[in-house]
């Protein structure tokens, strides 16, 4: 796979609905979160953390496989990929937010 496929498989995981959230759910608890806590930030968090583990992004402390549903207590921890890339991410909001926002006649909107 090129490094533009990669790129765009995971700004496409990124952009999924609750991928954000799942992030900030573990990053706001020390970089680690049970299946419940992120389950009640996130929607979907089964399907979003096979495919985040996947990429890379986190990780089980627990052996195993993702194949079934986890359970409440099941942890997951943001990987050294996952945090750099949460905190770009935060980076990138923190910016969107201080620009100014655009009028819409000059945008054709």
Sequence with gaps: MSDHNGTEQTLTLLARSG????LLAM???????SFAQI??????????????????????PHAG???????????????SKGAAVLERLLRLRLWLASRPTLNPRLTGT
Aim: glycine share 6%.
């Design 19 to 22: 991928a954000m959230e799942l």
């Design 65 to 79: 496989s993702l194949d079934s549903e986890p359970t409440d207590q099941t942890c997951f921890s943001l990987t």
């Design 39 to 60: 389950a009640a930030a996130s929607p979907r968090p089964a399907a979003l953390l096979r495919a985040m583990a996947a990429d890379g992004f986190v990780v089980s």
């Design 27 to 33: 990053h706001h608890r020390g970089g680690t979160a």
